[in-house]
């Protein structure tokens, strides 16, 4: 049973930084494609960035440049390194984690998960 656990959410003031964590447990190899989504109050989930197994990652144009996925195979983490955050990144986010399909696709939508964290909320401040 896969399990997640986010954790360094926050708040802090528009122009600042925050690193999110997700702890993975119950992997039964390493093809996992795994993924960071946001939703904000009376908002669609939306995806923010995404990698394979392989370690190519894929991140949403709203936060390029700002933020970057990343994963420690050797702690089963996931992280998320956001940068000059701006109000409009205020929201929960949410890891996710399912089997990678194939050797090139990286899932983008929340339907390609089977598999979430509770989420962290993350607050920016203008």
């Known amino acids: 049973q896969v399990q997640l656990v986010e954790s360094g959410g926050g708040s802090v003031q528009a122009g600042g930084s925050l690193r999110l964590s997700c702890a993975a447990s119950?992997?039964?190899?390493?093809?996992?494609?795994m993924g960071w989504f946001r939703q904000a109050p009376g908002k669609e989930r939306e995806w923010v960035a995404a990698?394979?197994?392989?370690?190519?990652?894929s991140t949403a144009s709203s936060v390029k440049g700002r933020f970057t996925i990343s994963k420690d195979n050797a702690k089963n983490t996931l992280h998320l390194q956001m940068n000059n955050l701006k109000p409009e990144d205020t929201a929960m986010y949410y890891c996710?984690?399912?089997?990678?399909?194939?050797?090139?696709?990286?899932?983008?939508?929340?339907?390609?998960?089977?598999?979430w964290g509770q989420g962290t909320q993350v607050t920016v401040s203008s």
């Open positions: 996710a984690a399912d089997r990678c399909r194939d050797s090139w696709s990286i899932p983008p939508r929340p339907k390609d998960y089977n598999n």
């Open positions: 119950g992997f039964t190899d390493n093809n996992y494609c």
């Open positions: 990698i394979h197994s392989d370690g190519d990652t």
